[in-house]
């Protein structure tokens, strides 16, 4: 069984930067990919980011592509705008390429808040 602790998140103003951070404790793997996802009351899961299991390489949603820069267990989010606001998961499964459907992923983080205001 894997753990996933986020952190970060909180409130900024449009324009401003956060960082999530997604800690993975329990079972290893030797590859496993991570990615993001948020979601907003009544809408599906988005997918966000994601890192494959086996040499990291990165994938984007078109939405975030240039601003956001996903890292092992990190998300960096830069110039943050309104419609960027909502619950942000992490997400992890053993897997050498990267995934982008939440169905792909087996383990979870707890979801944190980001709220952008304009």
């Known amino acids: 069984q894997v753990q996933l602790v986020q952190s970060g998140g909180g409130l900024v103003q449009s324009g401003g930067s956060l960082t999530l951070s997604c800690a993975a404790s329990?079972?290893?793997?030797?590859?496993?990919?991570m990615a993001w996802f948020r979601q907003v009351p009544g809408k599906e899961r988005e997918f966000v980011a994601a890192i494959s299991g086996d040499r990291d390489i990165p994938f984007y949603a078109d939405s975030v592509k240039g601003r956001f820069t996903i890292s092992r267990g990190f998300l960096q989010m830069n110039s943050l705008k309104p419609e960027d606001t909502a619950v942000y998961y992490c997400?992890?499964?053993?897997?050498?390429?990267?995934?982008?459907?939440?169905?792909?992923?087996?383990?979870w983080g707890q979801g944190t808040q980001v709220t952008v205001s304009s």
């Open positions: 329990g079972r290893t793997f030797s590859s496993y990919a």
């Open positions: 997400a992890a499964t053993e897997g050498t390429y990267y995934y982008i459907r939440p169905h792909d992923y087996t383990y």
